[in-house]
């Protein structure tokens, strides 16, 4: 029977089985940066989340069209601002066009991106880009009486809509609640009917740098319509995931549900996926509270709450260490906690030769391909289950155990054995989690790849210019090599058969 896919739903508050409106095609859409900075940690979280959806969907043989789009007219990051395109004010203030710091920190997100071993998506469309669909999405909330115009600016009318469709279906919140929270703090109050009412379009101020004609005033769209305009255009009136941060749940998931009842009748999502927040002193991380390291500092080292830098492979390994609808608390010694971690799996997986199929000493245990098979379930069990990476990862380190226990001649692995656990790291440690020894470009990993070949050759002669003068009973020469060796990070370790040694970073 064929194992099912669970995922967990928030609009339902429950998992799932997940079962795709036109398969084998699944349609994805994901929200995006703001591209008037450096990405933050915050904004790994849905890259690397959603990167996993995307890997082990594809991994099921499913064609996923994957959307993600950026947000280059920065205009209401939220509907409390008061309303300076947030992409604008860089601009005036760095004396730069808008679209240039759009373009210098999209090209910066994608340098991150990369580096984080994170699959492009298959359509990756700019708000700016879409301004006619967006239009269009108001036109058709406005003919069906959900919006009204008010000073060249359109508002959605959120109690009438209530009164016909319930809003707060994905949040949880009833009108009033979101009327109480919303009082005296949105952009616009004087021109709206209701407090909780948000905007669909917004006329522009003279000063105002990015703005387009419209059937209504020259303005720019509101924050929520891109994304409900752009998934219809790339995904159709249904699709099957939507994700994103929990943070987006209230408002911006949930107008988009608004948005998308109020034009075409029915919302277009089956799933919505939201990922949990990276904390850092138990708050949100995030550009809002300026409590946010981005992730070119965590690469340098270059933040004061940092001891030192991290490369982007631990900044994978550590959001994959906790599920993805789990809190991240970040700290020092949980990044050093999960580069040892990183580097222990690595470390397995380069050590799977053809030496541990050597025959070990009497009674030692011999690995079959039974065991990496039941291995191999376990970690496809937790993928099943709503992509549960640490029970991927603690399956992984079991099976680090027994390739150590065979390095250590304490274990040997029949020949297709190691042939079964080569192919488990394989499709699980690099293909499914996207982890790599090497975080840079391809050119940069393959020189680097020679280079550890080439330096790798050199501590083994040095080696074994040691065991020769050990052979000699030439101690001083000896201890000279080990001393000089360990003084450079080496940790040497004498064997029956000769020696091993490894660079502890």
């Not at 999960?338 to 245990?365: C, F, H, I, S």
Request: aromatic share 10%.
């Amino acid at each position: 029977m064929e194992q099912a896919l669970y995922v967990y739903n928030t609009l339902t508050r429950k998992k799932e089985v997940f079962r795709p409106l036109h398969a084998p095609h699944v349609g994805m859409y994901v929200c995006g940066p703001t591209v008037y900075g450096d990405a933050h940690l915050g904004h790994a979280r849905p890259a690397i989340t959603f990167d996993i959806v995307f890997r082990f969907l594809q991994h099921l043989g499913y064609k996923v069209r994957y959307v993600r789009n950026i947000t280059d007219v920065g205009h209401l990051e939220h509907d409390a601002d008061e309303g300076e395109d947030k992409i604008a004010k860089k601009a005036r203030l760095e004396q730069l066009e808008p679209m240039e710091v759009a373009q210098y920190y999209t090209n910066r997100f994608h340098e991150a991106m990369d580096a984080l071993g994170c699959l492009p998506p298959s359509i990756e469309p700019h708000a700016t880009g879409h301004i006619i669909e967006q239009q269009e999405l108001v036109k058709q909330i406005l003919d069906n009486g959900f919006a009204y115009e008010s000073n060249g600016s359109i508002y959605f009318d959120v109690e009438k809509y209530n009164k016909v469709h319930k809003y707060g279906i994905l949040s949880g919140r009833s009108l009033e609640n979101t009327k109480d929270a919303s009082r005296d703090t949105l952009a616009g109050v004087g021109e709206k009917k209701n407090q909780a009412d948000f905007a669909l379009w917004k006329a522009a101020q003279p000063e105002h740098i990015m703005r387009w004609p419209s059937p209504w005033s020259d303005g720019f769209p509101g924050w929520h319509c891109e994304c409900t305009a752009m998934g219809r255009k790339y995904l159709g009136s249904h699709f099957d995931i939507h994700g994103g941060g929990m943070d987006l749940v209230f408002p911006h998931h949930e107008c988009e549900i608004a948005q998308a009842v109020a034009s075409q009748g029915d919302q277009m999502v089956a799933y919505w996926l939201h990922n949990n927040m990276i904390t850092i002193d138990g708050q949100k991380m995030g550009k809002s509270l300026g409590n946010f390291i981005t992730l070119p500092q965590f690469f340098s080292g270059d933040h004061p709450k940092l001891e030192r830098a991290y490369s982007p492979m631990t900044i994978r390994f550590f959001i994959l260490q906790a599920h993805y609808r789990s809190t991240v608390d970040f700290s020092n010694e949980a990044l050093q906690a999960a580069e040892k971690g990183y580097e222990r799996l690595m470390d397995a997986y380069r050590n799977l030769t053809p030496a541990l199929v050597q025959g070990a000493a009497a009674g030692a245990k011999n690995v079959e391909v039974s065991d990496v098979e039941a291995i191999r379930q376990k970690c496809y069990d937790a993928m099943y289950d709503d992509f549960n990476t640490p029970i991927v990862i603690s399956n992984l380190f079991e099976a680090c155990k027994l390739v150590n226990l065979a390095a250590d001649k304490k274990a040997s692995f029949t020949e297709e054995a190691l042939e079964a656990m080569k192919a488990l790291f394989q499709t699980f440690a690099i293909e499914l989690l996207g982890l790599k020894a090497n975080a840079g470009s391809a050119s940069a990993s393959a020189s680097n790849d020679a280079r550890e070949e080439a330096f790798g050759k050199v501590v083994d002669m040095l080696l074994e210019q040691r065991m020769k003068a050990k052979a000699n009973k030439d101690w001083a020469t000896s201890d000279l090599i080990r001393d000089n060796l360990a003084a450079l990070g080496f940790e040497v370790k004498d064997t029956k058969d000769g020696f091993s040694w490894k660079l502890n970073k």
